[in-house]
């Protein structure tokens, strides 16, 4: 999804650094909250942006999809901690939830089983051309079905989480 476009976008949180260990707060081993991010790099043109969260080390066909969020204004560089778990958000305005892998709206700590090797946990976000205009809950096959054509810019921000 999205292969063709340039990864121009810049992805950070300033709860841990890329390649390195996302906090345990952020996990469902603990508070199970989202953790704070921020971007730049956003083209012209933008009319919205998806976040996608995703672990491709889980023993499935597919990766483990822990976060969807679309529809969210071009402008928008930031998402503090804690995002509510609700289909419409208020902050940012207009943005939706998607279903994650485990059927449910919104943010899910990653979980990876104990004694497993890190799992590798892919923040990424895309720039889009148009405003999806999905209805919330939407999965991540049709949310890629979407975005296809659309992507004008991506970027990503990987974290890990073990259990010993």
Same mark, same amino acid.
């Given at each position: 999804?999205?292969?063709?476009?340039?990864?121009?976008?810049?992805?950070?949180?300033?709860?841990?650094? $890329?390649?390195?260990?996302?906090? =345990?707060?952020?996990?469902?081993? =603990? !508070?199970?909250?989202? @953790?704070?991010?921020?971007?730049?790099?956003? $083209?012209?043109?933008?009319?919205?942006?998806?976040?996608?969260?995703? &672990?491709?080390?889980?023993?499935?066909?597919?990766?483990?999809?822990?976060?969807?969020?679309? =529809?969210?204004?071009?402008?928008?560089?930031?998402?503090? !901690?804690?995002? $509510? &778990?609700?289909?419409? +958000? =208020?902050?940012?305005?207009?943005?939706?939830?998607?279903?994650?892998?485990?059927?449910?709206?919104?943010?899910?700590?990653?979980?990876? @089983?104990?004694?497993? @090797?890190?799992?590798?946990?892919?923040?990424?976000?895309?720039? +889009?051309?148009?405003?999806?205009? +999905?209805? @919330?809950?939407?999965?991540?096959?049709?949310?890629?079905?979407?975005?296809?054509?659309?992507?004008?810019?991506?970027?990503?921000?990987?974290?890990?989480?073990?259990?010993?």
């Amino acid at each position: 999804m999205g292969a063709e476009a340039p990864a121009s976008i810049q992805v950070r949180s300033s709860a841990f650094e $890329p390649g390195q260990r996302i906090p =345990d707060r952020f996990t469902a081993y =603990d !508070e199970g909250i989202s @953790p704070p991010l921020s971007w730049n790099g956003v $083209p012209p043109g933008t009319r919205s942006l998806v976040l996608i969260m995703e &672990d491709p080390d889980a023993p499935m066909r597919e990766p483990f999809v822990h976060w969807l969020m679309y =529809d969210i204004p071009p402008d928008t560089t930031s998402l503090p !901690e804690a995002i $509510p &778990d609700e289909p419409r +958000l =208020d902050d940012p305005p207009s943005a939706l939830h998607g279903v994650n892998s485990r059927g449910s709206i919104g943010y899910f700590g990653p979980r990876p @089983p104990k004694g497993d @090797p890190p799992h590798h946990y892919h923040f990424q976000i895309f720039a +889009l051309g148009t405003k999806l205009r +999905l209805p @919330p809950g939407v999965d991540r096959h049709t949310l890629a079905e979407a975005m296809s054509g659309h992507v004008l810019a991506k970027g990503e921000l990987v974290g890990t989480v073990q259990k010993r």
